[in-house]
């Protein structure tokens, strides 16, 4: 029977995705954008489930301003945690499945790296302390719940990092580029088949189930903000590709603090739902020939 999701979000890169990817599955999804429903009210948003009874709830719009989040506090608390709180609470008295979506910025990346499940957490700005008491509301909330944490997302759409770099990097000018923060890039795509690979598992799973909690999605390999740079410059740009020189944290301020090397250890997807996430390089690869056209 073609399972009912509910979907939060219509235009971030897991959202298109979703989307995007949904007709190669026996769903269908109903989203709703932001105009439809801003999670600003999380009221609003808990009603939408009521109303829509979903037998899976997928919640990909976030507050992901990093920066703006350490002025927009009140906004991001909202958008990140009493929202996911409230449309748990509603999953959890109309028996529908959770999915929310988190970041390896919960960890502050000090030590300890890669980061399994259980490890603790200690979020070095507004973003990530958001995120985090959203996962929590989400989990005391409904027991039928996963928080997906994922991290340096990357697609041919909307704003990221690659984009960015291929923009700057047009002109064939030198960069300075941050190389002592490491992470894991991740395919909104690959998250997004993940998700709908998984959906009839989740809508069908009992409490107590291991495919509820918390897991960590993100493609294999780490790199530094520079090493991305560089990759997605060699490929895209070959010869032309502009020098790229390696700076620190420090060199580059910005309001939010970010953690050094907050990868996590994905070793529970694996256990789990037996998936092994690709190298970050062919994900990438893959992005770069979409936006070749
Ligand atoms: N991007 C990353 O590097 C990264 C890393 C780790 C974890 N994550 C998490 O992964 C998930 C997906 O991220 P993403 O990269 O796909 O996000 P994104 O591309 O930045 O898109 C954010 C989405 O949230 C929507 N949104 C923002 N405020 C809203 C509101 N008040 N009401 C309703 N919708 C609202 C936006 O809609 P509008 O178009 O209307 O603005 C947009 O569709 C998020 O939970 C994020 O925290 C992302």
């Known amino acids: 029977m073609t399972l009912k999701i509910l979907q939060f979000g219509t235009t971030g890169q897991l959202a298109t995705e979703l989307l995007r990817q949904a007709p190669a599955h026996d769903v269908a999804i109903t989203a709703l954008s932001r105009a439809d429903c801003d999670l600003a ?43 996911p709180g409230a449309i748990a609470r509603a999953c959890a008295s109309s028996g529908a499945a959770l999915v929310n979506i988190s970041t390896d910025y919960v960890f502050d990346g000090a030590g300890g790296a890669p980061y399994a499940e259980d490890a603790a957490t200690h979020p070095l700005n507004i973003y990530g302390l958001t995120k985090l008491e959203g996962e929590r509301a989400v989990l005391a909330a409904c027991d039928r719940a996963v928080n997906i944490r994922t991290s340096w997302v990357v697609s041919a759409h909307g704003k990221n990092f690659v984009k960015t770099m291929l923009r700057v990097g047009a002109a064939g000018n030198p960069l300075r580029v941050v190389d002592d923060q490491r992470g894991r890039p991740t395919s909104a795509a690959d998250l997004a088949g993940f998700i709908l690979s998984q959906a009839e598992r989740l809508a069908a799973a009992k409490a107590g189930d291991p495919a509820f909690g918390t897991l960590h999605f993100a493609n294999s390999g780490e790199v530094s903000w520079r090493g991305l740079a560089v990759a997605i410059f060699a490929e895209a740009m070959g010869d032309n590709a502009p020098e790229v020189a390696a700076i620190t944290t420090a060199e580059y301020p910005v309001p939010a603090a970010r953690p050094l090397r907050a990868t996590m250890d994905t070793t529970r997807l694996q256990q789990v739902f037996g998936i092994t996430p690709r190298p970050w390089q062919a994900a990438l690869s893959d992005i770069l020939t979409e936006l070749k056209g």
């Open 41 to 83: 009210d999380p009221e609003a948003a808990a009603r939408k489930v009521v109303e829509i009874a979903p037998d899976l709830v997928v919640i990909a719009a976030a507050y992901t301003a990093v920066d703006l989040a350490e002025t927009e506090q009140d906004l991001a608390r909202a958008i990140n945690a009493a929202a």
